[in-house]
């Protein structure tokens, strides 16, 4: 701070106490409201908008607290050296003085101290559906999904060393073998998809621009114990496959359940028809279950509906974009009566649930496709904690397969802001350039060998613990 060019001005009173009269800035005071205005959107976001097209029982909003500020810089100087290197550019905001307190969905309040640490996974699910637009106008995107275009365009830009073979289509199909075969495939390159923590630490997750292999050795130690039964218990004999398959059937189980009570189970049955990607790696025929579908009180089928407000496609919805650009710069004060920056409030949700279905060429459309397009761009970026509490020993039948409880939970649900929509637009764009020029060639409908995959790794164990059980 110059001391020359100080003005009282730009101060004022804040309060006093027996010893001491407290002033402010009035410009750091703005900046603090302005801060707090922020993160009191996303909480209203979430409760007032996602909750209720997400559904209550899966979302924490979290409230805004206010911290001391010698607090914030004293935490933000002891956590520096645990942040990857690549957030780093990402400065912490040290001055304004609030926060956003949320439970600790990874150390879960159903977990009793004495028993086994719950395991959590969080699932990053991406978009779970082909886009049937009529404004699309590049073929490709109706038969290749975003996420596995996207990962030629990641892999080119040096984002990630390796493909993952991951599907979104085959998680959100509802169809066992299908979710199966996509879990197998956040595990083998999880990336920033998948990671799986115990008692409340990660113990399993990618590292971002690393060339470091994956330690499935490690992650088979640490499941390992949560699924030994029956006879498996007694000799201690279970292959590291055996153990991966049990795993992942429990995810299935608590991805297609209610989320921890029972529910309705309608399913969505024409879900699973409309949505193949091209480029997933699953051979259809494969499927010895017709289609199932999601059950409808599901958080996937939850979150795939949400993600489906988006029916114009990037393609459809620039345009609208553009007419409430152009609206606003011709009456900026109409900024806050649409609600662009919120308030996040039932009006804002009524907005977008009740918007026509035909353009009648009205500001209030385009606004209206726009939210609903901000939601369900917040709703392709949110991910999953799935909390997995093994059953007291008490509650466990000795022969068949370990009980878990669980219960699931929706996080990451921020508000993508206004602005951001021409780089949705210039992003789709590059995708989808990058992938017609390096990813036609792709190999479809069955597995590759995966000479070098962990999975391969699992499968080799079984051989070697035949020969040299433990
Ligand atoms: O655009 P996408 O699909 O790459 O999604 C972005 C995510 O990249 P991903 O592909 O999941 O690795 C990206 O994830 P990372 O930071 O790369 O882990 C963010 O979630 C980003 O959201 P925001 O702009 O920070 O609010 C996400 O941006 P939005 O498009 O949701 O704004
Ligand atoms: N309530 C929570 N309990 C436990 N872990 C959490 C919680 N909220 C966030 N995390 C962890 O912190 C990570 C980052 O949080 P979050 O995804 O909300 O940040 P973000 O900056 O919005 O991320 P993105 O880049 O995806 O937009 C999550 O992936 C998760 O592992």
Not at 197 to 206: A, L, M, N, R
Not at 265 to 285: I, K, L, T, W
């Amino acid at each position: 701070m110059e001391l020359d060019k100080m003005d009282e001005n730009d101060w004022k009173y804040h309060g006093e106490g027996n010893k001491s009269l407290v002033v402010s800035h009035v410009q750091v005071s703005r900046l603090a409201e302005q801060a707090f205005r922020q993160i009191q959107n996303i909480v209203d976001f979430s409760s007032n908008v996602m909750s209720s097209l997400l559904g209550e029982k899966f979302i924490h909003s979290g409230e805004v607290v206010k911290l001391p500020l010698e607090f914030v810089r004293q935490l933000s100087i002891k956590v520096q050296h645990q942040r990857p290197a690549w957030r780093c550019d990402k400065v912490m905001d040290i001055y304004s003085g609030c926060a956003l307190c949320l439970p600790n969905l990874t150390s879960p309040a159903l977990h009793q101290p004495t028993h086994t640490p719950p395991l959590c996974i969080e699932i990053k699910p991406k978009c779970g559906f082909l886009p049937s637009s009529k404004h699309v106008s590049k073929d490709i995107k109706t038969k290749v999904c975003r996420f596995c275009m996207h990962q030629h365009y990641k892999v080119a830009n040096g984002k990630w060393k390796r493909r993952s073979l991951y599907c979104p289509l085959d998680l959100f199909s509802g169809n066992r073998q299908r979710m199966h075969f996509a879990i197998r495939h956040l595990i083998e390159e999880p990336q920033n998809n998948f990671k799986i923590f115990k008692g409340g630490q990660c113990i399993y997750s990618s590292k971002e621009g690393s060339d470091d292999s994956l330690d499935l050795n490690s992650l088979l130690h640490h499941l390992r114990p949560y699924f030994m039964y029956g006879n498996n218990r007694i000799n201690s004999h279970m292959t590291g496959k055996a153990v991966l398959n049990d795993f992942i059937q429990v995810l299935v189980n608590a991805l297609l359940s209610g989320g921890g009570g029972d529910g309705g189970v309608v399913m969505d049955r024409q879900g699973e028809g409309r949505s193949f990607c091209e480029a997933s790696h699953f051979n259809r025929e494969r499927i010895r279950h017709g289609s199932q579908g999601l059950p409808s009180d599901s958080v996937l089928f939850r979150i795939l509906q949400t993600q489906m407000l988006d029916t114009l496609d990037i393609e459809g919805l620039h345009p609208l974009y553009r007419r409430v650009e152009q609206h606003l710069q011709d009456f900026p004060k109409e900024r806050t009566r649409l609600q662009i920056d919120g308030p996040y409030n039932e009006a804002f949700l009524e907005k977008l649930q009740k918007c026509p279905t035909e353009d009648d060429g009205s500001v209030e459309y385009a606004v209206a496709k726009v939210h609903q397009y901000r939601v369900a761009m917040t709703a392709k970026d949110c991910s999953i904690m799935v909390a997995l509490v093994p059953s007291t020993e008490e509650e466990e039948d000795d022969e068949g397969p370990p009980a878990f409880s669980y219960s699931v939970s929706i996080l990451d649900l921020d508000p993508k802001p206004f602005d951001s929509i021409p780089r949705q637009l210039r992003l789709d764009q590059r995708i989808v350039s990058c992938y017609l020029r390096t990813g036609g060639s792709l190999p479809k409908g069955s597995l590759p060998p995966l000479p070098g995959g962990i999975f391969a790794a699992a499968e080799r164990e079984d051989c070697t613990l035949l020969f040299h059980p433990v």
